[in-house]
């Protein structure tokens, strides 16, 4: 695991002495939120041990790039819904059903983007449900921008206080931690649309 570390620190020194590198880990960021289902944290948590003065810039460019995409995704879920909406209807369960799940993610929406802000689903579901439901934009930002953040900002913080240590505790801890917290959001979840 050294040796890979000090590999990737030596490709990210390279790349850091491009004027090219902040941009690119924006693009890296922009793509990961709508496309690739790789998570970020395979780029940042070893970029911000080889360059630990620039941990919280990097973590603000990938957070950046992360809204910059949500508000791609809120807007095709919008367009999808006024396109297509009488086709997707039916697999709500109809108009009705429909219209009941729009009224509980408007009550509830912002916890629920939040969660998915800071757990390792992938956050095109929250970007396209709220588009879709004609989720208030700003408090759709406004949960992106906290969870996103908590999930950039936290990680800058865990390579602050860990160190060489943060790679090794993000492998170990980032999938059952992630599946406890989308477990515990699922049961959160259920339990609002059955109430």
């Given at each position: ?55 919280w ?8 790039g ?45 916890m ?25 934009l ?29 790679l ?28």
């Amino acid at each position: 695991m050294l040796r890979s570390l000090t590999s990737a620190r030596r490709w990210l020194s390279h790349l850091s002495a491009s004027r090219h590198a902040l941009w690119l880990l924006g693009l890296a960021s922009v793509l990961e939120t709508l496309l690739v289902p790789i998570p970020i944290e395979v780029i940042l948590i070893p970029w911000m041990l080889a360059e630990p003065q620039r941990r919280w810039r990097l973590a603000g460019v990938a957070l950046a790039g992360n809204l910059f995409s949500a508000l791609i995704g809120y807007g095709l879920g919008s367009l999808a819904m006024s396109q297509w909406g009488d086709a997707l209807l039916p697999l709500f369960g109809g108009e009705a059903a429909y219209q009941a799940f729009q009224a509980r993610f408007l009550d509830n929406g912002f916890m629920a983007i939040l969660a998915v802000g800071v757990i390792p689903i992938p956050f095109q579901t929250a970007m396209l449900v709220a588009g879709a439901s004609h989720y208030p934009l700003p408090l759709f930002l406004l949960a992106a921008l906290i969870g996103r953040g908590l999930r950039y900002f936290g990680l800058a913080l865990l390579v602050a206080l860990a160190g060489e240590a943060a790679l090794g505790l993000w492998k170990r801890h980032a999938r059952p931690l992630g599946a406890g917290l989308t477990v515990m959001a699922g049961f959160w979840l259920a339990w609002e649309l059955v109430s």
